[in-house]
C-alpha cells in the first residue's frame, strides 16, 4: 500500500493518506483518511510558476496547499450545516461538476420584461431552466452547505431553484433604483430590499418549467425578479468552464397600485373559516395608502389570544365551505397563535433579521417575519408592515395556506391535499419549537 508523504491532524485524529479505492460514493471512504488518488496537485501551485499557461499581468496568485486545503478551517467557525450571520468556514469538499453540454442555464418566462403586476394580488413567477434535476431541496436549517455538488445518472446538477424579488424604488424612473445595487438583506421595505424569497423544493413539470406563487403580492414599486439556482445542499452550482451564459436570470418589472387592499378582511375571514382556525382581530397593515390617496387608519391592537377549546374525543372539525361558513363562534377554537410564538417573534433584535414558522412546508414555508427597523411598525411580511407580532404570525400563516390551497386545486401540491393544507394551517404558531429562531438568512 503506497502512502502519501504527509500525515494530517483533523479534529483530533491523526489523519493518514492512503491509496486504498473502495466503491460506491455516498460514505465510500470511512474515516477520516484523505486517500492519495484524490489529492489535487494543482492546489500546490500559485498559478504563477515559470512557464506556466496562461499568465497575465495583473493576475492574483493563488493560495496553495499540498493537501486539498483539509485543514483550511481550522480556528475558524465552521459552517456545519448552518446559516450563520457573521459568517463561517465551510470545510466540505466542493463536488462533481457537471460536463459543457450539461451545463445550466435558465430564462424567466413570467412576470415578462417591464411587465406590470396589479398589487396585493397573487402572482405566478415561472422559470424555464435546462440542465437541472430538480426537486432536490435537503432541510436548510441544518444540512445547509453541507454535502457536496452531486450528479445524476445523465450527469446533470441535482438541486433546486431559489426565486428571490428585491424592490428597486417607486416606479422604473427612479433612477437611483437603476443605478444602486439591492441590499441584499431582508430589511426596511421603502429602501432596496428582498420583498419575496422562495425555494422551489419540487420539480415542476418534469420538463424544467418550475414556478412559484407570491401569495398576496406586492406593494406598488419597481421590481427585480431573479432565480438562484443551487445544488440539493443550497450552494450555488458549479460549473466546468469560466467562458459561458449566466446559469441564473433576472428579469425587471413594475407593481402597479389597481385600488386591491393589501389586506382583504373578507378572503381573510374566508380562508380562516374554511381551515377551521379562529384568528384575533387586527391583522392590519402598514405603508399602503388606499386608492383614493388617504393614509391608511392607524393599525389596531391585536385582540388577546383565543381560548384552545378542543372537539370532543373522537370528532372532527366538520369543514365546511367558505361561503356557508358557520359563525365565528362555532367554528373549532383551535390552537392558532400563542404567547411564546408571540414572544419569540416580538424578540427580533435589528433591521434585516428574520424569522419563522418551521413546522410546515407543505406547499413551501410560511413567509419570514422580519425586523423591519421601523420602531413604529417593526413587523414586514412580503413588504407590508405591522405594528405587532401577532398580526405579523397571522399574515405569515395566512399566505402560507393560501399558497397551499392554490398549488392544491390547480393539481401542483406533492405530498398533500387541501385537507393537508388545512391542517398545517391549524397548527401554524402553535408551538415555540415551531419557530424557526435562528434568525439567519435562512431559506
Known sequence: MQFYTSSLILAASVSLISATPTPSYFNKRQGVCLFADVISPNSAKTGQEEGTAGIKAGQAASATDENNFINFCTGSLITNGLQANGGSCNPIPMGRIPSVENMISAIITEPAHNAEVPANTDFTVSVQTRGLDAGAFTNPDVTYYSA????????????????TISRLGESADDQQGLTTPPDPIKGDPNASSVAFFKGIDDAGNGQGLLSALVGGGLRPGFYRVCTMISARNHQPVMMPVAQRGAQDDCTKFTVVDNGTPAVDPAQDEADDAESGVVTPAGDAPIGDAPANGEQPAAPVEAAPLPEVVAPAPGENPV????EEAPPVEQQPQLADITEAVIDMVAGLG??????????????????????????????????????????????????????????????????????????????????????????????
Open 148 to 163: 457536496p455538488q452531486d450528479l445524476n445518472n445523465n450527469g446533470q446538477i441535482i438541486g433546486h431553484c431559489h426565486i
Open 350 to 443: 435589528g433591521a434585516g433579521e428574520q424569522i419563522r414558522m418551521s413546522s410546515g412546508v407543505l406547499g413551501g414555508q410560511a413567509p419570514f417575519i422580519v425586523d423591519s427597523g421601523d420602531a413604529a411598525n417593526p413587523f414586514m411580511v412580503n413588504s407590508i408592515m405591522f405594528s405587532n407580532a401577532q398580526e405579523a404570525v397571522v399574515r405569515s400563516c395566512r399566505i402560507q395556506y393560501r399558497t397551499c390551497k392554490a398549488m392544491a386545486q390547480a393539481g401542483a401540491l406533492q405530498g398533500g391535499n387541501i385537507d393537508d393544507c388545512r391542517e398545517q394551517r391549524r397548527n401554524c404558531g402553535a408551538e415555540p419549537q415551531d419557530i424557526a429562531k435562528a434568525v439567519q438568512a435562512k431559506k
Open 319 to 322: 369543514e365546511t365551505p367558505a
